[in-house]
T-cell receptor
Framework: DSGVTQTPKHLITATGQRVTLRCSPR?????VYWYQQSLDQGLQFLIQ???????AKGNILERFSAQQFPDLHSELNLSSLELGDSALYFCASSLLGGGDTQYFGPGTRLTVL | GIQVEQSPPDLILQEGANSTLRCNFS?????LQWFHQNPWGQLINLFYIPSGTKQNGRLSATTVATERYSLLYISSSQTTDSGVYFCAVVRTSGTYKYIFGTGTRLKVLA
């Protein structure tokens, strides 16, 4: 158990809908990362937060947004969902957010029908 | 953009054998990481290794940044080493880039 929790484990929704994925980092970790893993695109880095502030942005679509709250948990919001958004979404956390070990949650599997 | 290529794409080993996985990248980077995804999907960050060599138990990694490649060595492989190994490169100068390779799928047979 990495200490990183993600909810929900599975999510099935329809095209055009909006969903929110939640991540609770390991106790004491200040940085949260979001990744998407799909059969088409492989593993992709989406975005990183450090202590509530956005630190790095990757291949995150404009339809997606994220934030890190004062208690350090993070949410990834996906809107106007398309079939191609079906994927496994991972969250990871690390203590400092730069060159230190990331600990991954179990992922949320999103299926868009 | 930066291209990241991993080889071989697939590898089957007998338990106890050693292996070397390679990650080539097409441009200068500030950092490189190795990850393992086990057959149940759990991801583990193995190494941050922008240059030089690091070791952790039976695993070690070497990055030669000037020649744009990194190697992951697995010695005395065990069935628990099975899964997919990914490398990822990070470039922080200019537009931020964090790019994953397509992985090497390893199966270790008992």
């Amino acid at each position: 158990d990495s200490g990183v929790t993600q909810t929900p484990k599975h999510l099935i929704t329809a095209t055009g809908q909006r969903v929110t994925l939640r991540c609770s980092p390991r106790s004491g970790d200040l940085s949260v990362y979001w990744y998407q893993q799909s059969l088409d695109q492989g593993l992709q880095f989406l975005i990183q937060y450090y202590n509530g502030e956005e630190r790095a942005k990757g291949n995150i679509l404009e339809r997606f947004s994220a934030q890190q709250f004062p208690d350090l948990h993070s949410e990834l919001n996906l809107s106007s969902l398309e079939l191609g958004d079906s994927a496994l979404y991972f969250c990871a956390s690390s203590l400092l957010g730069g060159g230190d070990t990331q600990y991954f949650g179990p992922g949320t599997r999103l299926t868009v029908l | 953009g930066i291209q990241v290529e991993q080889s071989p794409p697939d590898l089957i080993l007998q338990e106890g054998a050693n292996s070397t996985l390679r990650c080539n990248f097409s441009d200068s980077v500030n950092n490189l990481q190795w990850f393992h995804q086990n057959p149940w999907g759990q991801l583990i960050n193995l190494f941050y290794i922008p240059s030089g060599t690091k070791q952790n138990g039976r695993l070690s990694a070497t990055t030669v940044a000037t020649e744009r490649y990194s190697l992951l060595y697995i010695s005395s492989s065990q069935t628990t080493d099975s899964g997919v190994y990914f490398c990822a490169v990070v470039r922080t100068s200019g537009t931020y880039k964090y790019i994953f390779g397509t992985g090497t799928r390893l199966k270790v047979l008992a």
